[in-house]
């Protein structure tokens, strides 16, 4: 089938759709183009086309100008390309990038509406609180929210860090840096002044050398070292001037500074954010992987806290999470914040130890060339998505709409290309937290998201290889995880391979501990994915993913001794209450242990949940089931299945029903 240029009486061009041939490639190829050529002319294409002219010249011009086009369009086949990518509003699916919302005095009346309007993960900046506890009221808000909604939404705790700043200014709240003028930098606690910056930072004043550069005030400002004068001060020369106010930052790009990531206020903030069960906390100024695991050795030891205190009858705190409610080994999920050039010396090792990674693109560009900040971008996602864990890209994503209600067009790409590079979610700061619009600013990024995701999905399917997910098996991260089972990343591989050649409607995965569901995620299927789980810290903790739609569902919770749900990512023998100790202890969940049973009670609990409306899924739509090993559930363990959405429901009605006609014929033949 193709479009034939056809030239007939009255100085008519009639663009005509006839069939060909099979052998008629070229033609096919032609009119192809021809097609395309019309449309990016904006022309209507029905079963016929026409283009008038009422004079030869005018004729003759218009077929050179449908030549021209048909050879502009066939080059666009040659590459790949076609017009639907210029339409791919109209191939909108279900937002699945995410989307990281910081609250502020902007956003916490607005918690509600925000979570509607497509926050999925709400930032808590702890930077500016002084008292950690005045975050709880904020904390209850969201997770009434959440519940009153039916949607999963996590929570992200953002630590200050050892942010190096300069000291207050006396007689006048600022001073002014001249270029070329020469400036001390001091250690010291009290004030600076005309001719003095101070800084309480020792660190910074006894490491750095001459020749090094300082930046102030995010960069804005630019010093470099002249002279050595004592251990705890240095001369500087102003190479790019303005006025620097108090409490201002102070940047060293030239050297690594001696200083813990976790400070003493960020050990408290976190011992707060433990207490409440956030499921991440974000670790600002991350330079070494040491930092992170003084954080998770910090996480260690308020769990052995807890457990001592249970040992002697002290009850846990009651953040409004119950305890069957986290998995066995729960803790806050930790985010590595790069910032620095120093961490990407040893980024490997940073992304291993750490839960995620978010690409913190402000002190990125401060301390680092501007111009390499898309590099780096591009280079920690890619890097972040082969290890399997989640990436958030952060900062002035849409900046100026914290004054405007639109955002410039420059904004909308920086969002979209994170989108394309494969990020898991995208973050909202100042736009969300003090601006004037931060329902209006989520709406656009959650447009932008859906519309730059639909372009994705029609680029792969034009084969160009989008840069989202690759693993070589002597990569770094290849099966260094903790509770991996063996055939995992195969599992994964297979089911999305099944689900896309099956066209299915949307992958259901069962997690018990979020892994099969990140391996799916980062394979980034055309379809949504449903993973379905029966704790609650892991339904709200899947709410980072992208294309990840969290049900929480009982078709895998059992119960231990103790009443808490059991490890199912280890192999051993799992110590189950017996069936006659279970119906004595109140609230435990049944023991369930037939496969069948397992899917049916999963399929019901998923058509009850928001999941269904958001992915559009239906009875009888085709699903791919994953799951990956679940010790009690050896039926269940690593097992792909294609199926009807709703088979498994019928199934056990049916099961039920030829028992129960069974039991009845029994009793009847005892009778007799």
Not at 180 to 191: A, E, F, H, N
Not at 215 to 223: A, E, I, P, V
Not at 312 to 329: H, M, N, R, S, T
Request: proline residues 5%; charged residues 20%; neutral net charge.
């Amino acid at each position: 089938m193709g479009w034939l240029i056809k030239r007939v009486s009255l100085g008519v061009v009639w663009f005509q759709f006839v069939h060909m041939s099979p052998g008629c490639g070229a033609s096919k190829t032609l009119s192809g183009a021809a097609a395309t050529a019309m449309h990016i002319q904006g022309r209507e294409l029905g079963g016929n086309a026409s283009i008038a002219s009422h004079s030869r010249s005018s004729r003759d011009k218009t077929v050179d100008e449908a030549h021209t086009l048909v050879a502009s369009a066939t080059r666009m086949q040659a590459t790949g390309l076609s017009q639907d990518i210029f339409h791919a509003d109209q191939h909108l699916e279900e937002r699945r990038t995410k989307i990281v919302g910081t609250l502020g005095p902007a956003s916490v009346p607005k918690i509600k509406q925000l979570i509607e309007a497509g926050v999925n993960v709400f930032r808590l900046n702890f930077s500016h609180v002084a008292d950690p506890n005045s975050q709880t009221s904020v904390i209850e808000t969201i997770r009434a929210a959440s519940a009153e909604l039916a949607l999963p939404v996590a929570i992200l705790g953002d630590l200050c860090g050892p942010k190096i700043r300069c000291n207050t200014f006396a007689p006048n709240p600022s001073i002014h840096l001249i270029p070329g003028s020469k400036i001390r930098i001091v250690y010291s606690s009290g004030p600076g002044d005309e001719s003095t910056i101070t800084t309480s930072i020792s660190q910074i004043v006894n490491a750095i050398q001459v020749g090094h550069r300082v930046l102030l005030n995010d960069g804005s400002l630019k010093l470099v070292v002249t002279e050595r004068v004592s251990q705890d001060e240095v001369l500087c020369k102003v190479l790019v001037g303005g006025e620097l106010k108090a409490k201002k930052g102070i940047n060293v790009p030239d050297m690594a500074i001696a200083l813990p990531a976790l400070t003493e206020k960020d050990a408290c903030d976190a011992r707060y954010m433990y207490k409440m069960r956030l499921d991440y906390v974000a670790l600002s100024f991350v330079q070494r992987p040491e930092d992170v695991q003084d954080l998770l050795n910090l996480f260690e030891t308020l769990k052995k806290e807890e457990e001592e205190a249970r040992l002697i009858g002290v009850a846990p705190f009651d953040c409004g999470i119950p305890v069957d409610g986290l998995e066995e080994d729960w803790r806050p999920h930790i985010i590595a914040k790069i910032e620095t050039p120093h961490s990407l010396e040893v980024i490997d090792d940073i992304i291993h130890v750490a839960d995620g990674i978010m690409v913190a693109r402000g002190d990125l560009g401060v301390e680092c060339s501007l111009e390499q900040v898309p590099n780096i971008q591009k280079t920690l996602i890619r890097k972040t998505n082969a290890a399997d864990k989640p990436v958030i890209t952060a900062t002035q994503m849409l900046e100026s709409m914290i004054n405007s209600p639109v955002p410039t067009r420059a904004e909308v790409s920086d969002v979209a290309n994170a989108v394309f590079d494969g990020t898991d979610a995208v973050m909202l700061s100042a736009e969300c937290a003090t601006g004037d619009f931060p329902l209006e600013t989520v709406a656009m990024m959650a447009s932008i998201c859906r519309n730059a995701e639909a372009g994705s999905r029609i680029l792969q399917g034009k084969g160009f290889s989008m840069p989202l997910y690759k693993r070589d098996k002597v990569d770094l991260f290849y099966g260094r995880k903790k509770h991996v089972s063996e055939f995992a990343h195969c599992m994964a591989d297979a089911a999305v391979a099944a689900a896309a050649e099956a066209s299915a409607t949307a992958m259901l995965v069962f997690t018990t501990t979020s892994e099969m569901p990140i391996f799916v995620s980062k394979r980034r299927p055309t379809m949504p994915v449903i993973a379905i789980t029966p704790t609650g810290s892991i339904f709200r903790r899947l709410a980072l993913l992208y294309g990840i739609h969290p049900v929480l569902s009982n078709g895998l919770r059992i119960t231990t001794r103790h009443g808490s749900i059991s490890r199912l990512r280890l192999d051993h023998e799992i110590p189950l209450v017996p069936q006659h100790e279970q119906r004595q202890v109140e609230g435990m969940a049944p023991k369930l242990r037939h496969t069948d049973s397992i899917l049916a009670l999963t399929e019901k609990d998923v058509l009850e949940s928001a999941s269904a409306k958001q992915t559009g899924l239906k009875v009888g739509d085709a699903v791919c089931y994953c799951a990956g090993f679940h010790g009690p559930f050896p039926g269940l363990s690593n097992t792909i299945k294609m199926s009807r959405f709703g088979d498994a429901i019928k199934s056990e009605t049916a099961h039920a029903h030829w028992s129960e006609s069974l039991s009845r014929m029994a009793s009847q033949l005892s009778l007799h």
